[in-house]
């Protein structure tokens, strides 16, 4: 008996989704087209590659990216690495469909941020699976709690475990013009292996090019109307069979035929009269490397949810970490401002503090600054004594760039006497914006020259930070860009940039001033002043 193939149920999505499809290849594009049109998409547009993708989605509101790797002009890979840099886009989820199956290429793109992979080619439910996942990612901006561990006497019992589930048999489509001859490899093959028949080279090709292509084809050679060459020359033209192994059966023995299907990619040749057990045992040689195709989607499913768990666990410790590290800084705060302590204790208290502020600063710049790239920050602004903040920074500063004999200065408009203004926002993320600000200015200023900051009182707050050395021309035009750096060892390209976010994030603006004249670079920061406070 032939084993049915059912057609799966496969739920549909939702009709206001927005899909972009990139593939420099249009039949690929119409494929995937064609099978998002059958899960139930109406909105669909498509690129031919990744700069082309990019102006889509710089003008249109797309909700999934599902993009090629390798294309000319921008590959799948470029194309998610600039998405992923930009903060309007990085959010957004982008499945890479690929042919790609060594390591390093995977992870390489989940380093880079992919949200799914699928290999090709593939089938509407494989599709379906990795475009609902996608539609669930979303970048972490709230820790989850970790689950429980299971105790090691319920595991032992087998508690909270499931059954393991049997993989589908591998499917084979036998073609061949002669009923004897499919029905015998049928018998053969039906114990091992889902099994599919087609009688003549137009049913096999529209089995091997459907959104459930076979496994491996067992395909004659001599059939009337289209012979077996003409059928594999066909699949090899369609994205959905191109890469289907194909082992020729068939009486012809001489070269000419075995280089013509070798040529078109045929795996195995099997001479007739067919010998049972060199069939069965060359079709289970085959298998395996058809086995081994769908394991490794499986491996990248798995690396992908790996790298996600590791995501989820890096942002639950930072959450962990802020609580206690800023009630640690408002105790030595405290302790700072007690007159009580002596000078000894005082300076091993600052040191402390300066301490316990580079690694609040490194959690805001992983935690805060996350957020605030995929529009997720919530501001809960308060009044906050900028002045201080300042002062504090400076006094850390000057210790910390003691041997430059820097003289750092911190001054204010505000006549003597009068309450100091505030400004109305964040003080975790005004010492990290400012700490980040006046130490790039203490590493570009020369040995032994002045790096002032001032605060200007009106509405809005604005604080100028000056130093000597002016900021080398190339990099003037992208300084607040992610990545820009000029001329410091080991320096990330971070900080200024964090800096702009960090105060757009509080409502306010920054900008970068040069003199060359005067050999001087200025940061002018402005933040909404708090009123009645």
């Not at 690929?98 to 089938?123: C, D, N, Q």
């Not at 091992?192 to 496994?215: F, H, M, W």
């Not at 505030?422 to 006046?438: K, W």
Request: one cysteine or more.
């Amino acid at each position: 008996m032939v084993a049915i193939y059912n057609q799966p149920h496969v739920p549909t999505l939702d009709k206001s989704l927005a899909f972009l499809v990139v593939d420099d290849f249009e039949a690929m594009r119409r494929v995937t087209v064609n099978q998002l049109r059958q899960l139930g998409a109406e909105k669909i547009v498509t690129a031919k590659d990744g700069k082309e993708a990019l102006r889509v989605l710089r003008s249109q509101h797309i909700h999934v990216v599902l993009s090629d790797w390798n294309m000319p002009v921008m590959s799948g890979l470029e194309l998610l690495r600039i998405m992923r840099a930009d903060p309007k886009l990085c959010a957004l989820p982008f499945i890479m469909i690929t042919a790609e199956a060594e390591r390093h290429h995977i992870e390489e793109a989940i380093s880079s941020g992919v949200t799914s992979m699928i290999l090709k080619p593939y089938s509407p439910g494989q599709l379906m699976m990795r475009v609902e996942k996608a539609l669930t990612w979303k970048p972490r901006q709230v820790p989850v709690p970790a689950p429980a561990p299971v105790p090691a006497s319920q595991a032992a019992k087998g508690v909270l475990t499931q059954p393991p589930q049997e993989k589908p048999r591998p499917t084979i489509l036998v073609v061949d013009d002669t009923p004897d001859n499919l029905m015998l490899l049928s018998g053969l093959l039906k114990t091992d292996y889902r099994v599919r028949l087609a009688q003549n080279g137009a049913k096999a090709l529209d089995i091997c090019t459907s959104d459930e292509p076979p496994d491996l084809v067992l395909l004659d050679i001599m059939m009337p109307d289209m012979d077996g060459f003409e059928v594999a020359r066909r699949m090899r033209e369609h994205p959905m069979s191109e890469s289907t192994p194909v082992i020729f059966v068939t009486a012809m023995t001489s070269a000419d035929a075995r280089l013509k299907g070798l040529d078109l990619g045929a795996v195995d040749f099997i001479t007739k009269p067919i010998d049972p057990e060199t069939l069965k045992l060359r079709v289970r040689n085959f298998m395996r490397y058809v086995q081994m195709r769908k394991d490794l989607q499986s491996e990248y499913d798995g690396m992908l949810e790996m790298a996600q768990l590791k995501e989820d666990v890096a942002h639950i410790t930072r959450h962990d970490m802020k609580g206690p590290l800023a009630g640690v800084l408002g105790m030595l705060q405290a302790l700072i401002e007690d007159d009580s302590v002596g000078r000894r204790q005082l300076e091993q208290i600052k040191l402390v503090e300066e301490t316990t502020l580079q690694v609040l600063n490194m959690i805001n710049l992983s935690a805060e600054l996350f957020k605030i790239e995929t529009g997720r920050f919530e501001l809960h602004a308060v009044p906050v004594k900028v002045g201080d903040i300042l002062r504090r920074i400076a006094e850390i500063d000057r210790t910390t760039f003691s041997g430059k004999d820097l003289v750092i200065s911190v001054d204010t408009d505000v006549p003597v006497g009068e309450e100091m203004p505030q400004i109305l926002g964040d003080a975790m993320l005004c010492y990290s914006l400012f700490q980040n600000l006046l130490k790039n200015a203490c590493e570009a200023a020369p040995d032994a020259s002045k790096v002032s900051i001032k605060l200007h009182d009106g509405d809005p707050l604005r604080i100028v930070i000056e130093n000597k050395g002016a900021v080398p021309q190339e990099v003037r035009g992208r300084f607040f860009d992610k990545y820009a750096t000029s001329g410091k060892q080991g320096g990330t390209g971070l900080g200024t940039y964090s800096a702009k976010l960090l105060t757009e994030a509080q409502g306010g603006t920054i900008e970068m001033g040069v003199s060359d004249e005067n050999n001087t670079t200025t940061i002018t920061v402005t933040l909404p002043r708090a009123h009645g406070a």
